[in-house]
Structure formats: C-alpha cells, structure tokens
C-alpha cells in the first residue's frame, strides 16, 4: 500500500483517467446513434457472445457488493454527495467512479482522525503493479487512435 496520502490520492486519480480513457475508447460506436440508441445497441453487445455476457454479469455481482460497501461508508464517514458517485457508476464508467469514491473516503477518514490501512509489501505492491501494467497495455491496444 502506498503510505503517503498525497501519493495515493494521485494514484487514485490517475486511475480513475486512466479507467475514463479505456472505458470511453469503445464509446464511438455508440456516441452517434444517440442516448436512447446507443443504450440499445450498447446493452445488447454486452449480450453479444459468453465472453461479452461473462463480463457483464461479473461486474453487475462485483458492482452490487462493492455499491452496498460504498453506501454504508458513506453513511459512516458522513460523507456528502454519494448519489453523485451512483449516478457516476451507473452512467459514466464503475472503474473510473469508484476510486474517486477512494478519494474522497480517505479525506472522510483523516478528517475523522482515522488511518487507513492495507495489507501493504512487496507482494502486494508487486501485484497492484502487475495488474496496473496489464490495465496500462489494454488501454494502449484499445485506444484506437493508439492501437
């Protein structure tokens, strides 16, 4: 874990980019047909194929637990604005939204005089890191202005 709150309030902005930028290269074929269209079009190809229908059902089960978590942090910490974070899930990216959610849950926490803690070391920073590199080179190949 990185123990500088300043560091990881960048890295989770960096993230949470780097999520709107993989997630909002896929959009143009969506963008132009419109809001109510490209909704269609959009939900139908996550029903494309089993790897597609996997993925979406993964995230729904994932987006389900972590949202419940999210809620009652919010509550805990007192934290203003979490419809925004929903809204945020819902209509712009999960992945991008949700650290932002981090973000905010640290400065609720030291504001609190709480810490946050993690499980830390090289294995989990290693890792965190492996997985950052992987997010890192599909955003590279996904990007079509990129790729």
Known sequence: MIASPRLR??????????????TASQLGTYL??????GNVRFWGDTLANPASRFI???????????????????RRLGMRGITWYF???????FSATL????????????ARGETVTGIGGWGANASVLM??????AYTWRAWPALG
């Open 32 to 37: 132009p047909l419109g809001v109510i269209e």
């Open 99 to 110: 650290p932002l959610f981090m973000w905010h849950r640290e400065r609720a926490m030291r």
């Open 131 to 136: 997985v950052a590199l992987a997010c890192v």
């Open 56 to 74: 979406t059902a993964d995230i729904f089960f994932v987006f389900l637990v972590v949202w419940h978590w999210m809620l009652g942090e919010a």
């Open 9 to 22: 309030g960048v890295t989770y902005g960096v993230v949470a980019a780097a999520a709107l930028a993989a």
């Open 87 to 93: 809204l945020g899930s819902l209509l712009i990216a």
